[in-house]
């Protein structure tokens, strides 16, 4: 029996001490970044997307980000799907805990309408509700479809096509399919220079001309999905919808009949006058207000900064919807 070290024993030993001190260190270092985190003034942002539908960012380094904007409290909202936040929640509960930072469990519904896009956000909603992840995997498929007829509008009236392999990686993507994801392609294939000149130049006009093919839930579902499984529901972004205040308003009281709770009247693309008018309609209608940058990443929207939105827009620190759903 050996009862001695070799010399390869005590490199062993040498690395072990050498990774241990390393790991030692990153947790100093870790530490030291979330305490001083925890002791400055922070700001809210309710609004973010992970690569799990058409944002850049694993929920991990999103989780990262928020620390150095010094966000307090972060909603996932990813599009159509739950991946991202169960990621964050299922694999980095460490993470979320040590840091301090309050994450909020969000998604993003699209709704179908006859003009303009509307999106509805739900907040505080159980992850795991069998009839919100049921419609998530239907949702799944029509993001695919929708997908097969953009891709023929662009070829039959571009005559715009992508390689086989392409197509099949586009397809393969772990999130829900987005029309950012096909403005990556257009790029790759020099038909665009940046996602926003793929989506002036050919994917707003794709949207219109297949939007009646697209199979969306309607609003009052959207809401009732978001309802059930425990949530607030929020329009989102108003001025996507294309309507005047007076459609707007309209719009707004027909889905408080359904139970909309909320509006999100800080938005990076909302000007001020529009934040003005958003937040008039929230309170005579005794709607929670809320904030989002709906950031993404700089490749989709490199405008957009995580929390402070677009030329320092936001960097809004309370909003009543924060209070109904903080659990601190």
Do not use: W
Not at 53 to 58: A, F, P, Q, T, Y
């Amino acid at each position: 029996m050996k009862n001695y070290k070799t010399v390869a024993d005590y490199y062993a030993e040498m690395e072990d001490m050498e990774i241990e001190l390393a790991v030692n260190g990153l947790k100093r270092i870790g530490k030291k970044r979330f305490d001083e985190y925890k002791k400055n003034k922070k700001i809210i942002d309710l609004h973010s997307h992970t690569c799990y539908s058409d944002g850049e960012l694993e929920p991990i380094d999103l989780l990262n980000l928020a620390i150095d904007k010094r966000i307090s409290m972060l909603a996932i909202t990813d599009h159509d799907t739950l991946g991202g936040i169960k990621d964050a929640r299922e694999n980095h509960s460490d993470f979320i805990k040590e840091s301090g930072i309050e994450l909020i469990n969000g998604i993003e519904l699209s709704a179908q309408v006859p003009k303009g896009i509307m999106h509805i956000l739900g907040y505080g909603i159980d992850i795991y509700n069998e009839e919100l992840n049921n419609k998530i995997v239907e949702l799944k498929n029509n993001s695919i479809y929708s997908m097969i007829c953009y891709l023929n509008d662009l070829k039959n009236r571009y005559g715009i096509r992508f390689r086989t392999e392409d197509i099949q990686e586009l397809f393969n993507i772990k999130g829900n399919l987005g029309r950012p994801h096909l403005a990556k392609l257009l790029i790759k294939y020099n038909y665009a220079n940046s996602v926003q000149d793929a989506f002036d130049k050919y994917l707003l006009d794709v949207y219109e001309n297949v939007r009646d093919l697209n199979k969306k839930p309607s609003y009052e579902e959207c809401i009732s999905l978001i309802k059930n499984a425990g949530g607030y529901a929020v329009l989102a972004h108003p001025y996507s919808l294309k309507q005047d205040n007076i459609e707007l308003l309209k719009t707004i009281r027909d889905m408080i009949k359904c139970g909309l709770d909320g509006i999100e009247v800080y938005h990076s693309n909302h000007s001020l006058s529009q934040m003005n008018d958003y937040m008039q309609i929230a309170l005579d209608n005794n709607l929670l207000y809320s904030v989002g940058s709906d950031f993404h990443g700089k490749g989709v929207k490199p405008d957009i900064e995580l929390g402070s939105g677009k030329n320092n827009n936001l960097n809004i620190n309370y909003v009543t919807l924060s209070k109904k759903i903080s659990k601190h």
